[in-house]
């Protein structure tokens, strides 16, 4: 059983332009977390989607960033228009189940540099 | 507000010494606390789990300790070695709600040989 798979493991933008983070999340998984990652920083969660629903975004900003959990295929992290303060590890977790008691198993991350 | 916070910041020890890394929480109505250890340039993988009910878990090495009446938890590290070397990160989950966890910083351990 696969583990939670990201892509790409690195990517680099100029200042304006799209980015696009995939995250599949493990087998069985229909939930997933998107955090960001400032370098000697903690975790901050970013949203949380279930297939087809976002259940909380809470900590997305509002303008240039969105997330989608499609029936098919991968969750996406999409950034608009980025800036060199976008440049961190995002990483995606999934979990069976909603439940407190649930287990977030992470990806080993995306790290975003902005020239 | 539901906060984290891990100390100390960073820690260095020499390999096969023991070493212990603080947590203290106002996360609440309380579910769970979970310990994770993230390797440089990689994602977190969970060490251990304490519900209200338990106040120690042991993963090998690893042994975590929770008060849920004074809001601490304690990941303690015996023979330590190379490998510890890693952030770990106390993360705190309430009931209801989204179930979103709260995350400290982390605590940077270095082990030295």
């Known amino acids: 059983n696969a583990g939670v798979m990201q892509n790409p493991r690195h990517l680099v933008r100029r200042r304006g332009q799209e980015a696009r983070l995939r995250c599949s999340p493990m087998k069985g998984h229909s939930h997933v977390y998107w955090y960001r990652q400032l370098p000697e920083e903690g975790l901050k969660f970013m949203v949380y989607l279930q297939k087809e629903n976002i259940i909380d975004e809470s900590g997305m900003p509002k303008e240039r960033f969105s997330a989608e959990f499609p029936k098919e295929g991968p969750s996406i992290l999409r950034i608009q228009q980025v800036v060199r303060g976008d440049s961190a590890a995002y990483f995606c977790?999934?979990?069976?189940?909603?439940?407190?008691?649930?287990?977030?198993?992470f990806g080993p991350g995306t790290r975003l540099t902005v020239l | 507000k539901n906060q984290v916070e891990q100390s100390p910041q960073s820690l260095i020890i020499l390999e096969g010494k023991n070493c212990t890394l603080q947590?203290?929480?106002?996360?609440?109505?309380?579910?769970?606390l979970r310990w994770y250890k993230q390797d440089t340039g990689r994602g977190p993988v969970s060490l251990t789990i304490?519900?209200?009910?338990?106040n120690t878990k042991s993963n090998g090495r690893y042994t975590a300790t929770l008060d849920a009446d004074t809001k601490q938890s304690s990941l303690h590290i015996t023979a330590s070695q190379l490998s510890d070397s890693a952030s770990y990160i106390c993360?705190?989950?309430?009931?209801?709600?989204?179930?979103?966890?709260?995350f400290g910083r982390g605590t940077s351990l270095i082990v030295h040989p």
């Open positions: 304490m519900t209200f009910s338990e």
């Open positions: 993360v705190v989950s309430a009931t209801g709600g989204s179930y979103i966890p709260t």
């Open positions: 947590c203290n929480y106002t996360v609440s109505p309380f579910s769970n």
């Open positions: 977790a999934s979990s069976p189940d909603r439940g407190s008691i649930s287990e977030q198993f």
